[in-house]
């Protein structure tokens, strides 16, 4: 069961394909408080400036989602067309503008197909409660495989309350959002600055550390929302659940964005890469994402080839302090290097690059800092994925 | 006619596959000035740290390469090979072990297989001579599929110089020197500072300005080699010569950095990124860098598709200082993004995409800066030969 007070609808537009679940609603009984992290690429699509022109009020009942095509670099057309679904949204339910919300995903550069999905807004609003969670993880999905949903339950004094993820997500994925749409419902009610605070620290710790293949997109948006259905007092920062909250918001928030990487396009293998004893916390972070990024440690996975020298080679280029001759280097449990060299132990590496999930741990040896980075390899097929896209 | 007073010779070490030819040897008449640009990659093979101390020297005689292995992360064992071979091919050449330089490239992470390399030593010095300057080339490659030379002639005062130069590369080639190798070498007599200038200025705007997956490696060396054998009085800053000097070696290196694009592991298509009136020289580069190491950029080219929302992402992420609205894209001469919405010229820059050069023009109408980046689209072969490369 997902959380009080939230119904649902999809509609197919035929956007991108005839017949294909391509629109989706949410919308919540009661006014609930709003937070939201977007994307860092100076290109923002239409929706999200739109969105975070919107944000600031703090308020929302409704988000109204298309995947197939991304609304970005379509100039004035973009912004008026962003705003005219919101209205017609709007009116349809019956209340204000300001309180419904628009995210897009899929291609770049093509206005909206208004004259697809200006009927099937009229379906949306009329089937509200037609469809479930599951089934707006499904309208989300571009090159997803599967759809992505998390539901946590957690006690708040004496009532039940649940957090319900929905994210989509599987290519131009890197740090600080990637093409990556994510709502979160909570029928618990939290202040809107605590809101605030609670989603961005989740989003640095899951969706800011997950990287496919480097892009970073236009349209990034995760949006969380609570509407206090199960009638508790508003949770602030001060509140004894604060942490408790934090902490099932870090594990739901974690779940989606494993599901990401697991889905990354015509990837074999979900890598999770932990730097350990570095520096500081951004030099752990900037060795991670500099190994998940490399195109020759990404090949060498795939090829199930413990080469650890490409990981060497990253590192050496990922700009932080570190002394090559004191590195070690373990996949799995096996340590491949040594004090920056090899450890004879390439075969027995090579038997864990045949399962489809590797931990791979760098000490550095060179202070007390950590980070860990999720992502996948890379195969043949992102690229006919990715060559094909648009054709 | 290669440059006069230098003389090659190649054999069969048996590194990495029997038969083929892998190490080289490369052996001036006279004393030489010796000017060197490295890698960045605080990863530094054992070769790299080598040349890196003899470099200050400024004199030298003999270069020998090997394939199939970098010598690198091979701990003081890498050292004392590199040191070792050194030592005999000076022995055998007669000439101080200072003037002697080694470069290695393949893989990472194995010591050298000294045992199969000294024999090879011998056949080296004992037939000086046997090979051209081309063999050298083809001794050197790795993933490369054809070898690299060009020689260009130039006037200095009444004698006729000559500048020629050897390089390898194809894959983890990425700015501030890549899995690359070039020696340079001329019968013009060079002052070493000035050698130094001019080799320095040359890199900057060739082999520093390519692009093919990113990645930086352990192993870079640009070494170039001046023997004075025409006999003019050596050139320095202020001789009339200096300015065709370093026009004529841009050319050079310029050639042979197109080369290394053109072999570029599994392309189909050279590609050149003109980013045009940026607002400053660094942020140019950074924007053509962006655009040229996108995934999605490279894949959608080698699908034919002028996926033009791609190139915008990546500029967004560039960290550059842009107005999107005002940003123009050029294929070839076809203008497909006009104030950073489509000009709805896609099919026509589909066409140009059908060849095997382009040219992309990124007009951002910010200044007056400009850079030229060169890289290649990815193919589904760029994957198999990477994931493959060790086994």
Redesign the interface.
């Known amino acids: 069961m997902g959380p009080k007070g939230f119904h649902y609808a999809t509609a197919s537009a035929g956007i991108k394909a005839p017949r294909r679940k391509d629109m989706a609603l949410i919308f919540s009984e009661t006014e609930a408080t709003i937070a939201g992290t977007f994307t ?5 699509a239409a929706p999200v400036q739109t969105c975070l022109k919107k944000i600031k009020s703090g308020k929302a009942r409704a988000i109204v989602v298309n995947s197939g095509n ?1 609304n ?4 004035t ?1 973009g912004t008026k067309d962003t705003r005219h679904i919101i209205s017609l949204v709007s009116q349809q339910l019956g209340i204000p503008s300001s309180h419904t919300y628009m995210c897009s995903t899929g ?4 206005p909206l197909p208004m004259i697809k999905m200006v009927p099937a807004i009229n379906k949306l609003t009329e089937n509200l409660g037609n469809a479930s969670l599951r089934n707006v993880a499904k309208a989300m999905m571009t090159t997803d495989t599967f759809p992505k949903t998390v539901s946590k339950k957690i006690r708040i004094g004496k009532k039940i309350g649940t957090i319900s993820g929905v994210c989509k997500g599987a ?2 994925i ?1 740090p600080h959002m990637a093409t990556m749409l994510c709502f979160i419902l909570t029928d618990i009610a939290i202040d809107q600055k605590t809101l605030n605070v609670l989603l961005r620290r989740s989003v640095e710790q899951s969706f800011n550390r997950i990287t496919i ?6 349209n990034d948006t995760v949006l969380m929302m609570a509407n206090g259905m199960i009638g508790n007092v508003p949770v602030k920062r001060t509140s004894p659940s604060f942490d408790s909250i934090q902490k099932t918001l870090n594990d739901l928030t974690d779940s989606l964005s494993r599901l990401i990487v697991t889905d990354a396009e015509g990837a074999t293998k979900a890598v999770e890469i932990l730097i350990r004893n570095s520096k500081n916390k951004s030099e752990a972070k900037a060795a991670g994402f500099a190994v998940a ?4 440690v990404k ?2 996975l ?2 199930k ?1 413990p ?4 990981i ?6 990922a700009g ?1 302090t ?1 002394n ?2 004191r590195t070690d280097i373990y996949f799995n449990a096996v340590k491949v ?1 040594a ?4 450890n004879h132990r390439d075969r027995l590496a090579a038997k864990a690059l045949a399962a489809q999930k590797l931990k791979i741990t760098i000490d550095l040896h060179r202070g007390s800092a950590s980070a860990l980075v999720l992502t996948s390899d ?3 097929q ?3 994925i ?6």
Chains 1, 2 share one sequence.
């Not at 970005?72 to 100039?75: E, F, H, L, S, V």
């Not at 004090?339 to 090899?342: L, W």
């Not at 990715?386 to 054709?391: E, G, L, Q, S, V």
């Open positions: 860092t690429n100076a290109v923002k991304a970005a670099c379509t100039g057309q291609v770049i550069g093509t290519g131009m890197a293949d480097g892009d970073r997109s236009t990024n490399s195109l020759l090949t060498a795939y090829g080839d080469n650890w020298g490409r060497m080679a990253a590192l050496g280029y932080i570190f090559p001759e290097v004090g920056g060299i090899s890379i195969s043949e992102y690229i006919r990715n060559a094909d896209y648009r054709t």
